[in-house]
Every structure is written in structure tokens, then in C-alpha cells.
């Protein structure tokens, strides 16, 4: 069972940044593991925003995001990153990280195990 802890949301002002983290706990060995992070905005659906695949080789971002989002890994550490610039108000939402075997699977949400999220809140 992969368990998996977000953290970096918060609140920031239209055109800043963040970088939300998604970290295996207890030391589980996440590398295997397809990770990708989602988000889900007051009486929105949840949607795929970006993937990396277990060695970090590939990536899929959703094409709102592509140009200002970046996904990341460092398998020593078991963790993944979103870098988020440029946010904007309808950025707005709770994060999630989720994690699969398969690449194929991510984008379209269809994930094994999921963190509870991290909420970010782009305001002035």
C-alpha cells in the first residue's frame, strides 16, 4: 500500500508561485510508481494536470498548465513536485497527488493510491 503526503499549498497573490510536494510515507519506495497531481475547484469536477512516469522520463501536462507548471521527481527522496508560476485565480483549488503503475493511466485520473490534497488559494 503506497501512502502518499502533499504539502506546499497555500495562499498566494495572482502571478506568484509555489511548489506543492507529494512524498511517500513511511518510507515506502515510490519510484516504481507513475505519479501524477490533479486538482478540484469548488463545484468543479477533478481534473488531470500533469504526470511524470517512475524513472521521470516522460511527462503529460494538461494544456492549461504547460507553460507554467512544471512536474518533477527525485527518487532518492520518494517525492514528487509540482513547481507552479504565473497562478492564477482559477488555479484555485485542492490538490491532490495520485499514484499508478501504468503512464497510460494517469492523465484520465485512473489511480491506485491518492494523498488527501493540499489546498491552494490564488487571491489578492
Known amino acids: 500500500q503506497l501512502q502518499l503526503v502533499e504539502s506546499g499549498g497555500g495562499l498566494v497573490q495572482p502571478g506568484g508561485s509555489l511548489r506543492l510536494s507529494c512524498a511517500a510515507s513511511?518510507?515506502?519506495?515510490?519510484?516504481?510508481?507513475?505519479t501524477g497531481w490533479f486538482r478540484q475547484a469548488p463545484g468543479k469536477e477533478r481534473e488531470g494536470i500533469a504526470c511524470i512516469s517512475s524513472t521521470g522520463n516522460n511527462t503529460n501536462y494538461q494544456d492549461s498548465v504547460k507553460d507554467r507548471f512544471t512536474i518533477s521527481r527525485d527518487n532518492a527522496k520518494n517525492t514528487v513536485y509540482l513547481q507552479m508560476t504565473s497562478l492564477k485565480p482559477d488555479d484555485t483549488a485542492l490538490y491532490y497527488c495520485?499514484?499508478?503503475?501504468?503512464?497510460?493511466?494517469?492523465?484520465?485520473?485512473?489511480?491506485?493510491?491518492w494523498g488527501k490534497g493540499t489546498l491552494v488559494t490564488v487571491s489578492s
Open positions: 513511511d518510507g515506502t519506495d515510490s519510484y516504481y510508481y507513475t
Open positions: 495520485a499514484s499508478t503503475r501504468t503512464f497510460g493511466r494517469c492523465m484520465s485520473g485512473r489511480m491506485d493510491f
